[in-house]
């Protein structure tokens, strides 16, 4: 969605809502329920569909923008389900797709002061830190082993500047990875200012003024980014071609994709296994609904010895959203009850171990498993015990 | 004595104070945010957003709410699902709106007599997987697998089994304002099953059919369903009028050879064809859809006749045989799978699944309503009238300008009536032209009734005018039974059966 866009011009899309609540399930004959609000309080309001309506009446002024509006519209996980399945909204004018619709009544409610001044705060030091950070840049800052970095690279790992410390555990896996692989590598970071979050949760304003002076698109030209975060990647992959004229796509690898690559052409070899561990995958919704990657981590699980598959009942495009987005601010508990719904399913299961492939998943399930931490880990870092 | 009187006179907190206490707070909903979901839909009519939005789940918390609005004579909306497109469920008073949502469950699937108890809320998306399960079918709609089988049911539906099983209701549970209750089948016997409408005793089953929700609240009901059987068929056939496609499909329906089968206008098919490009943006019609809908471009035929067959094998290649002579006799021709392939994939998959699979089509065939404004006329009529209506109708609505125009039809009940759909897709931003299609339908039904004995498909046209009017001594008989079982009026006001209500 262009950052220009404004409220009144999703008019004709949100008045086409037909009120068919297909964006809170899964597809026929499933039918599971996959939107995390509706799951929590059925009622029509809590559901794509609902927002869409809200949107309307907000335009209507049927609707007062207050702090109760926003409240809901940052209780929403964001989950793409209703991006994923709804065939309405995205073929009316402007043609975008739901959840772009809640990021543009996000970014209405920042700039009505609807949202806390601490969550302003914290975006104001993110620019600030973002700054300091770029300022005192130097070459491989990224603690990119020296036999693979190569400044020069085709290949940059795009790398989350708060995942350095808050994520090191994956981190470090990820560069070990790649180590094994041996493909030169060069690297860039956020900085620290987390693009995703500003488009998501509406400092759109803050994100343009970053855009303008400090992102160099030319850099990038030509090069092949490697992501370890999807929603990172669905950034780069989707937005960035909207919100920004003239962006040439590039080439985009999620780290999965790239290790199953790598482990296709022999670059990177599994070690003898001798137990077997029962493993289920969870779908992280913005590299699964949001860059359709469902089968690159179910690929490189079937390649390594011992490892028995098994799915969650909701998976792939019927997959259910680990909550780590979810805010409590609408619904007491919301964030913890999405986290435990999905963490109850994987217990149905029988697997040993859950794996992921988007850090924000991890960091929830383990915040909800305090005592099991073992259970959950990220895709990477079983890779990198797995292989040699 | 409208709401807003009612209400602030007793005082709406008390109200909604009283509404949590009988059901729970989680089942009353009275924040702006969520009300002024329940203010509109899609059509025109004006936005009037509910004083409570009332989630039961189940017949207990009906009854409750309905005892509390019969109280203090508050009006209520009832909405089992909420998907149509005239205002069918938006209050015209605020008073309460009775969402039934949560009553999803499909009680009983009864292989052996062939039918199942299915609450209001039940989707046809759960209701047609949870049939599968079984070998087991049910009358499916075109509207979306999130509408209910109920909600569509009770208004005299068009669906897949309409040509021969035109009403798939058989047994309803039914709540009134003072709390009591009544199941109109052969449930009413303590130990029967619900596998007879009527009999020993009146069809008061029918009496809630097509009331819209004014003389009760249905809370359970029993509905027809079919086995799966060994074969199934879609056999298509072209025609360049519709008179010879009424023909045939009178033919062929009389015959015993179809479950169903429906008249397919090429702006509705080819509307199908609506292209979207890869990375979002806008969709674009194919270009002939602007063309006059009675003069279709060279190589797409007029009318396509899909008929749905099913049985043993063996019936079905007898069948295909028995309809390549009967389109021949009317002029038509065979369209082959192939041919219908190039000519509409995305419809081709639609009746695959509509009427192969026995559910509805998924979410990719309502791209089409990204094209505008859904705006429909209905009607039904015997057949020779029919064909008259079809060729006064698509001119008419082509006269304003409005594109594309589209419509199906199909007989219902072994063609003893026709019913035909008409509708375009307005820019929802073009008022004049809304307001003319608005215009344009009301002398439509004013014609279709009055020159071609037709009769109107809901109880309103799309001005809010409500037919009852044109026949007093119905709406006389309808008034008296609406004062016995609703006597203060409160339910579905909308519908306007008597203006007056105690005070």
Not at chain 2, 143 to 150: E, R
Not at chain 2, 454 to 472: C, D, N, S
Request: aromatic fraction near 12%.
């Amino acid at each position: 969605m262009k950052l220009s866009t404004k409220l009144e011009d999703v008019y004709t899309a949100v008045s086409k809502c037909l009120r068919c609540s297909m964006c809170t399930y899964s597809e026929w004959p499933d039918n599971y329920t996959i939107c995390p609000m509706y799951l929590y309080d059925k009622c029509f309001a809590y559901s794509g569909g609902g927002l869409m309506y809200i949107a309307k009446s907000l335009i209507d002024k049927q609707l007062n923008f207050d702090s109760k509006v926003s409240d809901l519209l940052y209780t929403c996980s964001g989950c793409l389900a209703c991006d994923d399945i709804c065939e309405i909204i995205p073929n009316s004018e402007p043609y975008v797709r739901p959840f772009d619709i809640i990021r543009l009544m996000r970014y209405e409610a920042v700039k009505r002061g609807l949202v806390s001044d601490g969550r302003m705060r914290d975006i104001q030091e993110q620019i600030q830190k973002y700054e300091e950070i770029i300022s005192s840049k130097k070459e491989n800052t990224l603690g990119i082993p020296k036999k693979i970095y190569n400044n020069n690279a085709d290949k940059i790992l795009f790398v989350e500047w708060s995942f350095l410390t808050s994520q090191q555990k994956i981190y470090n896996s990820v560069l070990r990875v790649l180590e094994k692989i041996g493909e030169p590598i060069a690297g860039i970071s956020d900085g620290g200012l987390n693009l995703p979050d500003l488009y998501d949760l509406g400092y759109w304003e803050q994100m343009e003024d970053f855009l303008a002076t400090k992102f160099d698109i030319k850099g990038l030209k030509g090069k092949e980014i490697i992501f370890i975060n999807p929603h990172s990647q669905e950034f780069f992959v989707h937005r960035f071609p909207e919100i920004i004229s003239g962006y040439e796509n590039i080439k985009s690898w999620h780290i999965s994709e790239f290790i199953l690559d790598a482990l296709q052409k022999g670059k990177l070899r599994m070690k003898k296994r001798s137990k077997q561990i029962k493993v289920s995958y969870h779908d992280p919704c913005y590299l699964g609904r949001g860059l359709g990657i469902y089968d690159p981590p179910r690929e490189i699980l079937s390649l390594i010895d011992g490892v028995d598959l098994v799915e969650m009942e909701r998976n792939r495009r019927n997959s259910f959203c680990c909550g780590a987005r979810a805010r409590d601010y609408y619904f007491q508990d919301f964030s913890k009850k999405t986290t435990l719904e999905r963490l109850n399913e994987f217990k149905k299961t029988g697997a040993d171990l859950m794996l992921t492939a988007c850090p924000y998943c991890q960091v929830i399930f383990q915040k909800m498993m305090p005592d099991t931490k073992n259970i959950v880990k990220d895709l990477t870092e079983f890779i990198d015990e797995t292989t040699e | 004595m409208k709401i807003e009187r009612a209400l602030s006179e007793m005082n709406e907190k008390m109200i909604y104070g009283e509404l949590k206490e009988a059901i729970g707070e989680n089942k009353v909903k009275n924040k702006d945010i969520v009300l002024a979901t329940y203010g509109s839909d899609i059509s025109v009519t004006p936005y009037q957003k509910p004083s409570y939005v009332i989630l039961p789940e189940n017949k207990e918390d009906v009854k409750e709410v309905l005892q509390i609005a019969n109280k203090y004579k508050i009006p209520v909306t009832v909405m089992s699902g909420g998907v149509n497109v005239i205002g069918l469920t938006i209050p015209v008073e605020a008073g309460i709106l009775l969402d039934l949502h949560r009553m999803d469950k499909v009680l009983e699937i009864n292989t052996d007599s062939g039918y199942a108890l299915i609450e209001p809320g039940v989707t046809f998306d759960r209701f047609t997987a949870a049939l599968a399960q079984k070998g087991f079918r049910c009358q499916v709609s075109t509207a979306p697998g999130g509408s209910t089988p109920l909600g569509n049911y009770l208004m005299r539906p068009s669906g897949s089994l309409s040509n021969r099983h035109l009403d798939p209701i058989l047994d309803l549970e039914v709540v009134f304002p003072d709390g009591s209750e009544v199941n109109t089948g052969s449930s009413q016997f303590p130990t029967a099953g619900s596998f007879l409408r009527y009999g020993p005793h009146p069809d008061f089953t029918g009496l809630f059919c097509c009331s819209f929700g004014t003389l009760g609240v249905v809370t359970k009901a029993a509905v027809r369903i079919y086995p799966i059987n060994e074969s199934n068929r879609v056999h298509l056939a072209a025609f360049d009028n519709y008179e010879s496609s009424v023909k045939y499909v009178k033919d062929i329906v009389n015959n015993n050879i179809p479950e169903h089968c429906i008249i397919w206008c090429w702006t509705h098919y080819m509307a199908y064809e609506i292209t979207v490009p890869p990375q979002g943006g806008m969709p674009s019609l194919p270009p002939k859809l602007k063309d006059n809908p009675k003069k279709p471009p060279k190589g797409i035929p007029y009318n396509v006749v899909t008929t749905f067959m099913s049985g043993y094998e063996e019936s079905m290649v007898t069948n295909e045989k028995i309809l390549s002579k009967v389109v021949q006799k009317y002029g038509g021709r065979v369209l082959s799978k192939e041919e219908a392939q190039k000519l509409s994939p995305s419809m081709c998959s639609a009746w695959k699944e509509l009427y192969e699979e026995y559910h509805q089509p998924r979410m990719e065939g309502t791209k089409k309503y990204g094209m505008g404004r859904y705006m429909a006329w209905i009607v039904n009529a015997e057949p020779k009238d029919i064909v008259k209506i079809e060729s006064f109708a698509v001119d008419r609505l082509y006269s304003t300008g409005a594109k594309p125009v589209c419509y199906y039809s199909m007989p219902f009940d072994f063609g003893r009536s026709m019913f035909f759909r008409l509708f375009t897709y307005v820019d929802s931003k073009d008022k004049e032209l809304t307001e003319q299609v608005q215009q344009i339908f009301t002398e439509m039904y004013d014609t279709a009734m009055r020159k071609y004995n037709a009769v109107p498909f809901r109880y309103r046209g799309v001005t809010g005018k409500i037919w009852l009017e044109q026949t007093p001594e119905f709406y006389q008989f309808y008034k008296k039974i609406k004062k016995a079982l609703d006597p203060n009026n409160m339910l579905n006001v909308n519908m306007n059966i008597f203006q007056e209500r105690s005070p």
